[in-house]
Every structure is written in C-alpha cells, then in structure tokens.
C-alpha cells in the first residue's frame, strides 16, 4: 500500500483521491480552501443560489465511458439528470435558433431558415451525426453503443473541419443567424471541431445537467472520496514539494509541518505549480510547449449573477449580441444568459436567478488579475460591470427593465485568487484549427514519484477531462508499482536458494 499526497481538492485532486482508494492505496489531499471542488461550485447571496461551473455535463448519456467514470466516482447513477429540450439559443433582430436536443430537428430547423444554405448544413449536421458515433453514442433514441466499424466510418465526415475556425466554419453559411448562432457559443477563435464535439454531446443526450448542478456534484465527490475512508485535510495549504535522491519525499505545508508521501500528485494548474511547489524547469517538455503552441490559448469570462423579479423572456441558455458601446467596455461581442428554473431551489418562490458571462481574452483577465491589488479600485471596476451588463440585458430585453438586482459579480480575477489558476481560467488550453487535442502523460521526467492529475493535460479540459487526468494518474501509479514489484521479484529470484553463510 502506498501513501498518496495529493495537493489540491478540485476535480482532479478528488478523483485521483477516490481511484487511490479504490485501488487499495492510503490518498490524502490537500485543499487550501475551506470546502473542495475546486472551479466546480457554487454559493448562496440573499436567498438566491449562484452556480460556476456547469452548463452542461458530458458523460450522462450511460452507454459512454464517461458516464461509467462519473459512476466509480458517485457523481452519476442514482441522481436525476436535467435534459433541457434546448441548450444554446442565438437571437438576432428578434428572430432565434436554439440548439435542439435533436439533431434532426436541428437540421430542420436550420434549412427552414436557410434553404440558400442546404449543401454547409447537411454537411454541419452530418458532421454532427458523426462525431456522435464518434464518442459511441449510436441507435436512433442515443441508447446504443456504436461498434468500431461505425466509429472509423465516422472520421471522413469530420476532416474537413479539422483546418476550420468557428469563425470559418460560420463565414461558409449566407443567412446572418446562422452565421451567428455558430461563432457565438465559443466565439470565433475555436476550433470548428471543439463546436461539433460540444453540439454532437447535447444531441447524443450526453450533456445533461444533474439536478443541484455544481455545488451537489462537488459533494458528491467528497462524500465519495471519504466513504473511501481517503483524508481530506481542508483549509491546508502545500508550500513545497521537498526532493530527495529518491525523487518526491514529503510536502511542507503553508504551517511548516511536514507530511512524507510514496507519491505525489500535482492537481492544480502546472503554471503556478511548477515555479512556486517545484522549480520550474521540472514542468515536462511537453506541457510546456503548450504554453508557446500556435492554436493553443487560455481565455476567462466576467460574470454577474441578478435576482429578477419577472419571468425571463427565454428558457435555459440566450445569446444575444450586445449593442457595440457594450463590447468595447465588456470586451466581448457577445454575452451568454442563464435563467435557472430547472432548479426549484435556486430563487425565492416568485423570484427568479439570471446569470450572464462575457468571454474575455488573457491580456483582459490578467488586467483584472493586476488591478485585484488595489481593493479600491477593483470594488468600482466590478460595481460597473454590473451596472453595464444590466443596462446591457435591458436594452437587448426591454421586459426586463427595473427587474434585475445585482447579487454578484465575479472576473478572471476570483478565479486565480480561489481557484489558484494562474490567469484566471476554468478550463484548459483552448483549441483553434489544426489541432488534435491528445492526453499528455502524467508522468514528470526525472522524479518518478511525482506525478500530474489536472485538466491541462488535455484541451480543452473541463470536468471530465480533468476527472480523467486523475483516473490517469492512479493508473500510471499502477503501472509504476507493478514494475516495482516485477523488479523485486527478479532480483529475489536470481539469488542462490541456500545462501553459505559468510565467515
């Protein structure tokens, strides 16, 4: 049995915990804050509950992978799963176009507006169908496994997306709400596979919302992981990662204590990890190049949460374009509205909760990053955003006038000071054209004992990559010990069955 030090408790760091467990190892992690889930969480303001991270979660349709991994971790199984009959709708000059939980019928949809376009949408939604199989989702209600057969017939549909940006993908189209209703949900900069991939897991019924959404899930994971009997040592922060001859020998925490460990395990972002834990030039040649890879980027987003006094003129997801004096100041083009009544918990009975998020690139959320040291400052930046983004909502939704009333607001900023990422991401590396994103290893070359679980491995991350980065962790753990004890036994066989004693 080998004991695990596994530092940070986001999704990662509690599913590398609970594959420890289950694999007969002794797990502890280690998380700063005060409750664990890392980006996946949520809070309470004046009765309304705020929720960060999900918008939709892949892996709960159960005949994938996925939705079994979700299971060994307690997240799926028992718990009802939310399938909107919609995701994403786009609106512009009062006409709309919703992501439908059904391909066909968002084919339908697309060529009743735009017969012009017949030849890029069959081929869109073909693609669709494809990446589909793809993930090996397969039968007409999605309850079937696809065979390999199926899925290697699926790749040509797919590879003349590869070189698109959504932005290209979507200049291909003539009618402007198509155009839109395509560059819009990720923005322009993304690959056109990352929005296939993203619409083929709605249709598929892969990316449902289960019910209680962030904060219930990050609960369940805990629960999961402690009835494991694994440790979870909250409000204790890591200092150092002390290396010896023997590679990782112990952490010091932010107390000064010290705590020994068989392994460790970085579940935190790898930019603020190595430099600050370990030294830099650890970071594997890899990973480190992602950093400088053309058509890999980071990105944020601004948020602001609104108590709302009348019923919200759209169901589940709105994207509407804001008006241009907005985007200069928001810096976005776009801005992305929740309503949550899905949830019966999430507002006073009457009331209701509007979320709103604006993407923004790393230079802006690194100038939210710098200006969060002038406490002055940064209180006046963000009581404007609330105040543009609400004057923005209202003139895009005018029955909204005088209904909204600002709960919260968070930036790039929040999350580097509570999630520990170094610009203020929720996911991983963004991907434009001409990339296929793969699984970097979670080894660190030179130390064996010390290993990476975390979303950055692979982009784009979100929640299941990075609950596969510490399943893929434990499992290379595995592969480590099992060469250890191969070794052993060698070494215990080629000695002499009576050895002579020595004089």
Not at 249 to 271: F, K, N, Q, W
Request: a positive charge.
């Amino acid at each position: 049995m080998a004991t695990i030090a596994i530092i940070g408790g986001g999704v990662s760091g509690l599913s590398a915990g609970i594959y420890a467990q289950l694999h007969g190892h002794r797990a502890t992690v280690y998380e700063r804050h005060a409750k664990a889930g890392g980006n996946l969480t949520g809070w309470d303001r004046e009765g309304y509950h705020i929720d960060n991270c999900i918008h939709w979660l892949t892996g709960t349709n159960p005949v994938t992978d996925t939705y079994r991994m979700w299971q060994d971790l307690g997240v799926l199984g028992e718990v009802e799963v939310y399938q909107a009959e919609a995701l994403y709708t786009y609106e512009e000059k009062g006409k709309r176009l919703s992501l439908s939980k059904s391909i066909d019928k968002l084919e339908a949809d697309m060529l009743k507006l735009s017969p012009a376009d017949k030849r890029e949408i069959l081929a869109f939604t073909g693609a669709v169908r494809a990446c589909m199989r793809l993930s090996g989702i397969a039968g007409k209600a999605n309850d079937k496994k696809s065979t390999a057969a199926q899925r290697l017939l699926a790749l040509p549909s797919l590879v003349r997306y590869y070189s698109m940006t959504t932005g290209e993908l979507a200049a291909r189209f003539t009618h402007p709400l198509l155009q839109g209703f395509l560059k819009s949900i990720l923005t322009d900069r993304f690959g056109a596979l990352a929005l296939i991939v993203g619409f083929a897991t709605f249709c598929g019924g892969n990316g449902g919302i289960p019910v209680g959404s962030s904060s219930a899930m990050a609960e369940r994971l805990t629960r999961r992981f402690l009835s494991l009997r694994g440790s979870l040592r909250l409000s204790t922060g890591v200092a150092k990662i002390n290396l010896g001859e023997k590679g990782a020998e112990s952490i010091t925490l932010e107390d000064g204590s010290l705590e020994r460990a068989d392994y460790v395990i970085i579940a935190t972002d790898p930019a603020v990890a190595f430099g600050k834990l370990v030294e830099r030039r650890l970071m594997p040649k890899a990973l480190s190049r992602q950093y400088q890879t053309f058509g890999l980027f980071r990105f944020s987003s601004v948020h602001a949460a609104f108590a709302c006094e009348k019923k919200p003129p759209f169901k589940g997801d709105l994207i509407v374009e804001l008006p241009r004096k907005y985007q200069r100041v928001l810096g976005g083009e776009h801005i992305i509205l929740r309503e949550f009544s899905h949830e019966k918990g999430f507002a006073p009975r009457g009331k209701h909760l509007v979320q709103a998020m604006v993407y923004c690139t790393e230079p802006r959320a690194r100038g939210f990053i710098a200006l969060y040291k002038n406490k002055k400052a940064y209180t006046a930046k963000k009581q404007q955003l609330a105040a543009d983004i609400e004057r923005a909502i209202e003139e895009k939704l005018p029955i909204l006038s005088g209904a909204l009333s600002c709960l919260d607001v968070w930036t790039p900023a929040t999350y580097q000071k509570f999630v520990g990422s170094e610009m203020g991401s929720w996911m991983g590396f963004a991907f434009s054209s001409g990339i296929l994103p793969t699984r970097l290893s979670a080894r660190v070359k030179g130390v064996e004992n010390l290993l990476l679980a975390t979303q950055w491995l692979q982009a784009p991350g979100g929640l299941p990559i990075a609950a596969g980065g510490g399943r893929e962790a434990i499992r290379t753990l595995l592969k480590i010990e099992e060469a250890k004890r191969a070794a052993l036994g060698k070494r215990r066989s080629a000695l002499p069955e009576n050895p002579l004693p020595t004089a």
